[in-house]
Every structure is written in C-alpha cells, then in structure tokens.
C-alpha cells in the first residue's frame, strides 16, 4: 500500500476511535485492520504504530492547535478536519521520515476527499502557522 493510502487508513481510525470508548479501541483497531482485504503485515503494524503514537501524543497536537488556531477550538472543529490535523501536526513533530510541506499537502488531499467544502482551506491555512511556529521554535 503506498504512502497516501496508509495516511488515509490512519485518518480513518483516529476517526473511528471518536465514537469508541478508550477499552474498545484496540479491539476496533484490529477488526479494523483485519477486514482489509490483502494487507501486507508490514502496512498493518505500519498503521497501527502510528495511530498509537499520535493517540499517546493527543492531548500535547491538540493543545498546539488551540493555541494556534483562533476561534476555532478543537471542541468546535469537525471531527474529520481535527482527527486530519491531529495526523498532520504528528508527522510535522514527530515522523523523520515526512517533510512537513508533505504532511501539509496530503493533509489537504485527505480534507479534499473526506472533509466539507471549506475543510481544505482551513487545514491549509492552520497546518501553514503550524510550520511558521514550529519554524520560529527551532531558530
């Protein structure tokens, strides 16, 4: 599976585990992933890892994005615009492996796909102070 397809199946179970309780979700995880049809091992444990780790660091992305954001609260967010940006904000501090204006356009390809009318311009613009910030954090 390539890059693109293994962002959009994090997305979707950070969106997923809104609507579980804390217990339920690694049991919604793997039945999740379980009803992919002919998934790689690797693209599993790729996924699962990842959708862990941006869960532990939850509370940390979105008070980030409260500070930046302004007038728009996670509480206020779209769960799908806000479980894209929680994704986004992990990548752009935490995973090596992406450059940030990647991060940021497949954010905004993902928001284009699953998101509202205005959900592209917004990821936009919100990932871009984000970069600006953590830009003027490591100067």
Do not use: C
Not at 32 to 57: C, F, N, P, T, V
Not at 116 to 132: C, D, M, P, Q, T
């Amino acid at each position: 599976m390539g890059r693109r397809g293994l962002r959009e199946n994090i997305f979707k179970l950070l969106f997923m585990s809104e609507f579980h309780q804390p217990e339920e979700l690694e049991h919604q995880v793997g039945v999740y992933l379980g009803e992919m049809e002919s998934l790689e091992e690797q693209d599993a444990d790729y996924m699962q890892k990842k959708y862990e780790s941006i869960r532990e660091h939850i509370l940390e992305i979105d008070s980030m994005l409260n500070e930046i954001s302004r007038g728009w609260k996670t509480s206020r967010m779209s769960r799908v615009d806000l479980n894209i940006l929680r994704l986004a904000v992990y990548e752009i501090y935490h995973d090596e492996d992406v450059p940030e204006k990647v991060a940021a356009n497949e954010a905004v390809e993902i928001a284009k796909k699953y998101g509202g009318e205005e959900s592209a311009s917004f990821i936009n613009g919100l990932l871009g102070k984000v970069i600006r910030t953590r830009g003027e954090q490591h100067s």
